[in-house]
């Protein structure tokens, strides 16, 4: 079945910086792949996507790489602020077969200083 | 709208209780879940409901049992829980699903969960 990698756990940056976080996936029929940015006390909230027929996306100062033939994407958040802070969460989704459902990966713990 | 209303927000109960969770989409879709979270862990799915009928069941053991009486709302009926189940519970709901989940590519919107603890 699909495993999400996602590294690093905790990130720390100045207010100002750019952060990235980055995931792997073991499936290579994966075709989608939300991010999700949880804050404390909070249910996640899906804050950008990218398909497998998209190399990136951009949002305002988020954006989502893609690479298919790794089998990795990655989030990057530029000129962060203090209310980035939050837990991000990378995931895959596969079409049918034994699963079609949200593989997580394990977080990462983002704290942007003022 | 993309609003998935849980409650209650928290929700306190005793190993003999029986409580139930809701949960409510207004957004047309006919897939819904319920998932576990722990502290500093990802979500866990339990439960998938396709158009009305459980397609998925993680495993979970039976003093949880999914309810879906319409194509908005989801109960999690709760009785004779354990301390170790407290944690956060999360509704989450999309566009299309498959028998064994949602249609690849379909966004999922959570909740804001239900803050479970079990004395």
């Known amino acids: 079945g699909e495993n999400v990698e996602q590294h690093p756990s905790t990130l720390s940056v100045q207010e100002g910086d750019s952060a990235v976080i980055k995931c792997t996936y073991s499936d290579s029929a994966s075709n989608y792949f939300p991010w999700y940015k949880q804050e404390l006390g909070k249910g996640p909230q899906l804050i950008i996507d990218i398909r497998s027929n998209v190399g990136e996306k951009k949002d305002q100062r988020i954006a989502v790489t893609l690479n298919k033939t790794a089998k990795h994407f990655s989030l990057h958040i530029t000129e962060t602020q203090p209310e980035d802070s939050a837990v991000y969460f990378c995931a895959a989704s596969s079409p049918g077969g034994s699963q079609g459902n949200l593989i997580f990966g394990k977080g990462t713990k983002l704290s942007v200083k003022p | 709208d993309t609003e998935v209303t849980q409650t209650p927000k928290h929700l306190v109960m005793g190993m003999t209780n029986k409580k139930s969770l809701k949960c409510e989409q207004h957004?047309?879709?006919?897939?819904m879940y319920w998932y576990k979270q722990k502290a500093k862990k990802p979500p866990e799915l339990m439960f998938v409901?396709?158009?009305?009928?459980?397609?998925i069941n993680e495993s979970v053991p039976s003093r949880f049992s999914p309810e879906c009486p319409n194509s908005s709302l989801l109960n999690l009926h709760l009785h004779a829980l354990q301390p170790e189940d407290s944690a956060l519970y999360l509704c989450?709901?999309?566009?299309?699903?498959?028998?064994?989940?949602?249609?690849?590519?379909?966004?999922?919107?959570f909740g804001q969960g239900t803050r479970l603890t079990v004395v």
């Open positions: 409901y396709s158009y009305e009928k459980l397609s």
């Open positions: 957004m047309g879709h006919r897939a």
């Open positions: 989450a709901s999309s566009q299309g699903a498959l028998a064994r989940g949602w249609r690849a590519g379909t966004e999922a919107f």
